[in-house]
């Protein structure tokens, strides 16, 4: 059976934790900083995780992961 192939695009964005869990970036962080609020914007700095339907999928993007 050949090697399988890693999405790269998933690569870039998702890594996996020790308990299987993906690891993923929060949204809303990129512009319009400045109406938001300092506390919203610290908490969206922690990694957030991905929701079990969308694991399946990034479980297949990243064979080896």
Do not use: E, V, W
């Not at 890693?6 to 890594?15: E, P, Q, S």
């Not at 919203?40 to 957030?48: A, I, M, V």
């Amino acid at each position: 059976m050949p090697k399988l192939k890693t999405n790269r695009g998933a690569a870039k964005r998702f890594r996996k934790t020790a308990s299987g869990k993906f690891k993923c970036r929060q949204s809303h962080r990129n512009h319009i900083l400045t109406k938001k609020s300092t506390k919203r914007k610290r908490t969206l700095r922690s990694p957030d995780h991905l929701d079990a339907a969308d694991a399946a999928l990034a479980r297949r993007m990243l064979p080896y992961a």
